[in-house]
Nanobody, 121 residues
């Protein structure tokens, strides 16, 4: 069974920075896209940033230029560096990955449990 384990959430003042990390554990052949989503109270979950296994990235417009997604394929990890944080970035952040158990398997979508990021003075 593949698990995604996030770390790095917490409380930060507006304008501050946080770095989220996510590691994939278990037996699998490869990981395709890895992403970070977030869900604020009363809101729908939204895609924040996505990175393909070749390094192509996409960002939510409101975080573009402030957040940077990166991955280390050798360690099966993905990170989200968040700078110039705003109160509206407050949310639970979830790691997401599409994992192939074997070379012939279809992708299986996996989610982490989420980490809380609170931006407040």
């Amino acid at each position: 069974q593949v698990r995604l384990v996030e770390s790095g959430g917490g409380l930060v003042q507006p304008g501050g920075s946080l770095r989220l990390s996510c590691a994939a554990y278990g037996l699998f052949f490869s990981i395709d896209d890895m992403s970070w989503y977030r869900q604020a109270p009363g809101e729908q979950r939204e895609l924040v940033a996505r990175i393909s296994n070749t390094g192509t990235v996409d960002y939510l417009d409101s975080v573009n230029g402030r957040f940077t997604i990166s991955r280390d394929n050798s360690k099966n990890t993905v990170a989200l560096q968040m700078n110039s944080l705003k109160p509206e970035d407050t949310a639970v952040y979830y790691c997401n990955a599409y994992v192939r158990r074997t070379i012939v398997s279809n992708q299986a979508e996996k989610w982490g449990d989420g980490v809380l990021v609170t931006v407040s003075s």
